[in-house]
């Protein structure tokens, strides 16, 4: 590291470079300390790799400080950009909202093969936070209605305003799970709810994202049992629900799914090969 003669704050990272080093040293992995230089470059991260050499723009050392303690500290990296790519689709995210996951991308994907066989060309996302699942649909989709719902205001708010920047229009209505839906019925449901359980030893690494969308009580099932027990109302004959769950819940969800009617119950396995969505079809007659 120089110590440069005349340097207001003393000695630190000089060069774009050197601050990725500094970054690394700290703790931060390759791909985080590149993003968050990036982003406070406001440059894209390719042209950090022909900059190396560059000085670090006077006035930067000290907000990146601070967003390298923070992220150090377990801050998501989506909360210090403000946004995340999912499914392709680059949407904002704010501490309101969980950061949306790559391996709910296999939820996504699950419905859009659905789709064409779906009884109706309407698909509702079931406490959809910052509308990933719901947006990543509509833009793939966009002949399928899309409705959204959350309990949360401010997560629907996040996910309102990423509809209207990417410019996919979904219905978004606010309340709990079904709530806001009496009386309609839709080809394909899907969530990702809150299914972590209570005390869950992960939880703690979690903690900057928000309770209402990880916690699902005692055995992290409540959200997906309020789910299933009232979806027959809302699923035409022979429309799929489509539910993301902890890597031990399979078993679980699918019981659920078969004891409320349910049939051609089956599960996916994420990219790390653990079961993460399991669906059923509402019967045909
Ligand atoms: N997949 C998240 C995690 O364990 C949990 C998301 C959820 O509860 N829906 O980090």
Redesign the pocket.
Known sequence: MSDRPGAARGPGPASIGEWLQHARSAGLARLDAQVLLAHHLGRPRAWLLAHDDDALPPGLAEPLEVDLARRTAGVPLAHLVGSREFHGLALNVSADV?VP?P?TELLVDWALELAPHAPLPRLVDLGTGSGAIALAFKHRAPAFDVVATDLSGPALAVARENGRRLDLPVTWLAGSWWQPLAGQRFGLAVS?????ADGDP?LPS?EHEPGL??V?GPDGLDALRCIVATAGAHLAAGGWLLL?H?FDQAHAVAALLRAAGFVDTGTRADLAGSPRVTGGRWPVG
């Not at 990702?192 to 972590?196: A, D, E, I, Q, T």
């Open positions: 969980l996951r391996e990702n709810p809150p299914y972590v992960h979690l969308a990880l699902g993301e902890g």
